[in-house]
Structures are given as structure tokens and as C-alpha cells.
């Protein structure tokens, strides 16, 4: 039986050909990892995304913070991901490449996935209950010990990014908000990218 694909990750028409349009221009550094982090000159992201496009198509993951859940469950699809900046926390982020994220990484110049296509969304209290802050706080950092996951309060840590899904033409077709603190709902994303492939 096919999964249903939920309505939020689910992109109208005219939505998706104005993501594509915005996307496809924003510019992207390359970075190369190793003892150091390196920035290349930049490129468009049109550019780069056939390099990045496998038989059904691409996932993009728009990192808030390294350290950050990124399973692995996304068969004939390439990843790659964008973070918001370099020169801060070059150590969290080399460790979050070697250990977590080894796909290409590439700094969003303008911020055009952060600001513009997730709409710069923040970090914001759901309550202001301590008990239910505490208790969301503690769910949060056992999530992160059990996947051997470390956070830090380094960098631009407020604005929240998410998972955006190109197809094979490189045309954005869904998208999943983060919501921070909230484990990535897989099956949702399993619905999307299932319904790519079975086109």
C-alpha cells in the first residue's frame, strides 16, 4: 500500500515553478572539508544541482547547526546540503562532515534557502510551562546523545532550515520545514520521495 504524501510537504504547482526560479539562483560556495574548511569560488545552484542529481533526482538538506539528524534513507536520490556560514565553527562543522554528513557541502551565499524559500523562520518558545520546556528540552538532548549528536551554542544557531527535493530536471517538487527539537517525521519524507520514483 503507498504511503500517503502529507500535505505539508506537498508544494502547488505555481509554488514549486517560483522555488525552482528562486533557487535555481541562489549562489552556493563549495566548500572543501579536510583539516580545514575551504571555500571555492561560487557557483548558481542550477550550476551545480546536475552534478548532484542521481536516476529519480536530488535532496538538499538546509543545516541549521551541525550536529543536526540526517539519516540516511533516501535511495536513488544524491544529497547535498547548504549551511548558513564558515569561519565560526569550523571545528563543529568538520566533525559534522566526517562523521555525519559526508555528502558535498556548499555555504548559501545569500541565504536564499534560509531566508527567501524557508521564509526565515526562528526558533521560538511553544510554551512558556517550565515543566513542558524541561521536558521537551530533556526528549531533545537524549535524541541527540543516542544518535551521537553534539549541539553547541557557536554561530547563527536561531534561524531553522529544512529538507527541499528536486526531481530528476532539477525542479523543487517538495518541501519539509525543521522544526527544531521535533524528530525528522521519515515516513513523510519517505511518502515524497516514493511518489518522485514511482512517476
Known amino acids: 500500500m ?5 500535505t505539508r510537504t506537498i508544494l502547488a504547482s505555481n509554488a514549486a515553478a517560483a522555488a525552482t526560479a528562486l533557487l535555481s539562483s541562489a549562489l552556493l560556495t563549495p566548500l572543501t572539508i ?14 551545480i544541482l546536475p ?10 538538506f538546509v543545516v541549521r547547526r551541525p550536529g543536526e539528524d540526517t539519516a540516511d534513507v533516501m535511495s536513488g536520490y544524491q544529497l547535498f546540503g547548504t ?5 565560526v565553527d569550523d571545528t563543529g562543522l568538520r566533525d559534522f562532515h566526517r562523521l555525519h554528513f559526508t555528502y558535498p557541502l556548499y555555504r548559501d551565499d545569500g541565504l536564499v534557502f ?4 524557508f521564509g526565515n523562520r526562528r526558533i521560538k518558545l511553544t510554551t512558556y510551562n517550565p515543566f513542558k520546556l524541561y ?18 551554542l557557536t ?6 532550515g529544512g529538507l527541499v527535493v528536486f526531481d530528476r530536471e532539477g525542479k523543487v517538487r517538495y518541501a519539509y520545514e525543521e522544526n527544531t527539537g521535533t524528530p525528522l517525521d521519515i515516513e513523510d519524507i519517505l511518502a515524497a520521495l ?6
Open 194 to 199: 516514493k511518489a518522485i520514483r514511482d512517476e
Open 2 to 6: 503507498a504511503l500517503p504524501i502529507p
Open 155 to 160: 554561530g547563527e544557531g536561531m534561524i531553522q
Open 83 to 87: 549551511v548558513k556560514e564558515i569561519g
Open 34 to 47: 579536510t583539516d580545514t574548511v575551504t571555500p571555492s569560488p561560487s557557483q548558481r545552484l542550477s550550476a
Open 135 to 152: 521536558k521537551g528540552y530533556t526528549e531533545m538532548n537524549n535524541r541527540l546523545k543516542e544518535k551521537k549528536l553534539e549541539g553547541n
Open 51 to 60: 552534478s548532484h542529481t542521481g536516476r529519480t533526482g536530488s535532496i538538499c
Open 114 to 117: 534560509y531566508n527567501d524559500f
